[in-house]
Structure formats: structure tokens, C-alpha cells
């Protein structure tokens, strides 16, 4: 299938699912993840993203995953403010692009949104401790947006990309997730990043909890948000403000007396990377 005609007929969708308060399963935002034709080859995001990089449409297709899913959550009612932000995925290759942050902000307003509601999630699939990408970083963090790192501990990069980029959000791959509740070595991996994510004022997301170990394992290693199949499977629309995991139970789901049940990001810091030491 020809992507690019995929992307000029509107075919590419969006789908939406929850992160969650660990502390009491409150929805604070919400994951964007990008669909080809319902039914073809191309439904997944690794089949549709494979076969653009093939096509050389890779950076028209990331662009246009972005917009679509602002639209559609727009569209479905979503409430930046109340409904906490929307998290976007971003190639760390196609901040390299002039037209990338234009076209982000372009999209962004047409959707009625401002960059405080978006949250530009960098995958590291590409190494993101090269220089070329901080003024672009830079940029995108000087315009408003929030910047988060995907899959720590499973990429190339890892403690160096936190070091460097020293982002508002980390979300720790599923790779340490899995079975962590039986495996001291994971637990022990996780509670590193938690305790770095604290000391450095960066929140963490535990991504890919699927089972009940696992989400007993996170809360008790203190990680406050959490995001898998077991707290909400992806869905055509973001859940409503105040919604709570079902896998939560009713006296779990009940705040504490001045608990905050809406998303927490940390409070706008001067972000650019650190220059390098000489030597």
C-alpha cells in the first residue's frame, strides 16, 4: 500500500490510551497512538511507520499522526485543561527538520490547543545523546511544550538521555515492567529510576503494567503514574476528567483529603541541555 496515498485520503487514526494516578487509579492524561486502514496491512504503527521509512515518507506520516490526533481528541471532547495533556510521538530524527516545530505549533492551534496542553514523547529508537538535537529541543521547550523520553532502560541511551535532556517526564519501558513483582533485578532497576526521576523533579510513568503484581510492585516502589492494558486498553476517545482505572477498587479510587487528582507536571524549568565539560 502506498502510504502517501494513505496520508492524502485522511486514513490514518488515532487512538487514546489513559495514563493513571498510581495513588488512587484518577485518568491525568492520555497516550495518542497512531492506526493505519482498519483491516489492511498497515494497521499497526510498526507495519505503517516500516513501510513509510521504505516509501521515504516517514516524515510526512510522523507530522500527520500528530495533527490527526489532535483533531480527534478535540473532536472527541477533550479538555486540555481539566482532562490533563495529550502525550504526541516524536521521532527524535524529525526535530532535525526546519518545518517541525512550525508545523507542530500550526497544528496545535488549529486544534484550539496551546503547547502547555501537549506532551512530545521521544522514543529512544534513535540515539538521542547527539548534539544536533538540542537546539531543536531547545526550541520546542522554549515554546511551551513539555518534552518526555519513551522506553528508558530498554534503548541505547538510557541514564546518559536523562542526564542530558533532563526531560519533564520519563516513562520506564515495559521491558522492566514485566513480572517486576517476581524479579528482584527489575524491581531493584525500577527504584533506581524512581529515585533519579525524584531527585532530578522529572515524573515518571511505569509503562506496560498488565498485570495485578504489577501494579502492586510499581505503587509500592512509589512510581506515581502508570500506564498498560490492565489500567485502560487504547480507545477511539480519551476518557473523561475524574474517570478511574477499573482495575482500582472502589476504596483505592477515593483520594485522600488534599490529594491532587489532576495531572502533575513539574513546574516549567530552564531545561537546555548542559554543555559539555571540555576534556
Same mark, same amino acid.
Given at each position: 500500500m502506498d502510504v502517501r496515498a494513505i496520508i492524502e485520503a485522511g486514513r490514518v487514526a488515532s487512538r487514546f490510551q489513559p495514563i493513571v494516578q498510581l495513588s488512587d487509579g484518577h485518568v491525568v492524561a492520555h497516550e495518542a497512538l497512531a492506526r493505519g486502514p482498519a483491516g489492511s496491512a498497515l494497521e499497526t504503527p510498526r507495519a505503517l511507520f516500516a513501510a513509510a521509512a521504505e516509501q521515504g515518507s516517514e516524515h510526512a506520516l510522523d507530522a500527520v499522526c500528530r495533527a490527526s490526533a489532535l483533531r480527534a481528541a478535540t473532536d472527541a471532547g477533550w479538555a486540555a485543561g481539566p482532562d490533563g495533556p495529550l502525550f504526541l510521538n516524536v521521532r527524535p530524527g524529525a526535530l532535525l527538520h526546519d518545518d517541525f516545530l512550525p508545523t507542530l505549533e500550526h497544528a496545535v492551534r488549529a486544534a484550539g490547543r496551546?503547547?502547555?496542553?501537549?506532551?512530545? #514523547? =521521544?522514543?529512544?529508537?534513535?540515539?538521542?545523546? %547527539?548534539? @544536533?538535537?538540542?537546539?531543536? $529541543?531547545? *526550541?520546542? &521547550? !522554549?515554546? +511551551?511544550?513539555?518534552?518526555?523520553?519513551?522506553?528508558?532502560?530498554?534503548?541505547?541511551?538510557?541514564?546518559?538521555?536523562?542526564?542530558?535532556?533532563?526531560?519533564?517526564?520519563?516513562?520506564?519501558?515495559?521491558?522492566?515492567?514485566?513480572?517486576?513483582?517476581?524479579?528482584?533485578?527489575?524491581?531493584?532497576?525500577?527504584?533506581?529510576?524512581?529515585?533519579?526521576?525524584? #531527585? =532530578?523533579?522529572?515524573?515518571?510513568?511505569?509503562? %506496560?503494567? @498488565?498485570?495485578?503484581?504489577? $501494579?502492586? *510492585?510499581? &505503587? !509500592?516502589? +512509589?512510581?506515581?503514574?502508570?500506564?498498560?492494558?490492565?489500567?485502560?486498553?487504547?480507545?477511539?476517545?480519551?476518557?473523561?476528567?475524574?474517570?478511574?482505572?477499573?482495575?482500582?477498587?472502589?476504596?483505592?479510587?477515593?483520594?485522600?483529603?488534599?490529594?491532587v487528582t489532576a495531572p502533575v507536571l513539574p513546574r516549567r524549568r530552564h531545561l537546555s541541555p548542559r554543555p559539555r565539560r571540555a576534556g
Open positions: 496551546t503547547p502547555r496542553d501537549v506532551v512530545l #514523547e =521521544l522514543s529512544e529508537a534513535e540515539r538521542l545523546d %547527539g548534539g @544536533e538535537v538540542h537546539a531543536p $529541543l531547545a *526550541a520546542c &521547550r !522554549a515554546a +511551551g511544550f513539555w518534552i518526555a523520553l519513551d522506553d528508558v532502560g530498554a534503548g541505547r541511551c538510557g541514564l546518559h538521555a536523562i542526564a542530558e535532556a533532563v526531560p519533564d517526564v520519563v516513562k520506564v519501558d515495559r521491558s522492566l515492567i514485566a513480572g517486576m513483582d517476581a524479579h528482584r533485578g527489575r524491581r531493584a532497576a525500577v527504584a533506581a529510576l524512581v529515585q533519579l526521576a525524584g #531527585e =532530578l523533579g522529572i515524573v515518571l510513568v511505569a509503562e %506496560g503494567i @498488565e498485570t495485578e503484581g504489577e $501494579l502492586r *510492585a510499581a &505503587r !509500592a516502589l +512509589g512510581a506515581p503514574l502508570g500506564q498498560g492494558f490492565l489500567l485502560g486498553l487504547p480507545a477511539e476517545r480519551p476518557l473523561p476528567a475524574g474517570s478511574v482505572a477499573a482495575a482500582f477498587a472502589p476504596a483505592d479510587a477515593r483520594p485522600a483529603p488534599g490529594a
